[in-house]
């Protein structure tokens, strides 16, 4: 349970790091506004004609006697956005990491340097183009995975009692994993860690991930939040990539203080 509380301290050590770095935290927030405006369009034009859509998906209820029809279809209205809502929290920090691959590489390589007792930040040596292709590539595939997990968890809400109560708990948790690996995705690619182990690593301190994703997770549902959080959240997951890989870390508000070894435990679980 130590490491819910380390997790959750490495996303507020992030936040207080963009918060020092004002020009980082501004070039950061772009990517964000730009994906925002393109979500909030979907989930508007959703709003606007989901309940067409769902009555155009269900006619087998027309034959139904009122008011059965209504409420059939006004609940499958509310779960279908429900579904979107998860999806688009899920999605959101992929599709922002995707957008504004060169501003969030620099600002987790910047962070490097910071904590860095040498001064020095690992680089992946790929060109951009590359650097692009793999991010898009391991990012769809995260995405595929977390559909398949917001499927399943849609699926489960129909269960009386436990799909209002446990199900909810455990969407915050699985999103919050997946939120991870996308932020510790900047650091590790650049160290040329693949997808494979990244998950391997991640599985193998759940507890940490969990301390630090599903917090972020139930703050990226509040409007407009996950903009002014995704930069501290990349530089606290570039913090928390050190900790996985047991590299040094220098303690310190200005990175002047002393310097902290942390040791890689290994990873457990499937990939």
Known sequence: MRDLGTGFRYLLKGQRWVARH??????GLLPGLITLVLYAAVLVALGLWGEDAVTWATPFAD????PWPGIFRGFLTVMLFALALLLAVVTFTAVTLLIGQPFYENLSE?????????GHAPESGLPLWRELWISARDSL?????????????????FIPVVGQTAVPVIGFFVTGFFLTEE???VA??????????????????????????????VSFLVPFVAVFLMPG???????MAREL?????????????QTVKTLPQPPSGSS
Do not use: N
């Open 110 to 118: 910047k962070v490097d340097r910071d904590v860095s007792p040498d």
């Open 22 to 27: 004002g020009r980082s935290y501004g070039f």
């Open 233 to 239: 959240a990349v530089a606290g997951a570039t913090l």
């Open 63 to 66: 034959g139904w006697s009122s």
């Open 183 to 185: 932020l510790t995705a």
């Open 141 to 157: 595939r995260i995405v595929v995975r977390a559909a398949l997990w917001g499927v399943l968890l849609f699926a489960c809400g």
């Open 245 to 257: 890989l047991g590299e040094e870390i220098r303690e310190g508000d200005e990175g002047g203080g």
């Open 188 to 217: 590790l690619q650049r160290r040329g860690v693949e997808l494979r182990t990244r998950l391997a690593l991640l599985r193998g301190r759940r507890t940490l991930v969990w301390g630090f994703g599903t917090p972020l997770a």
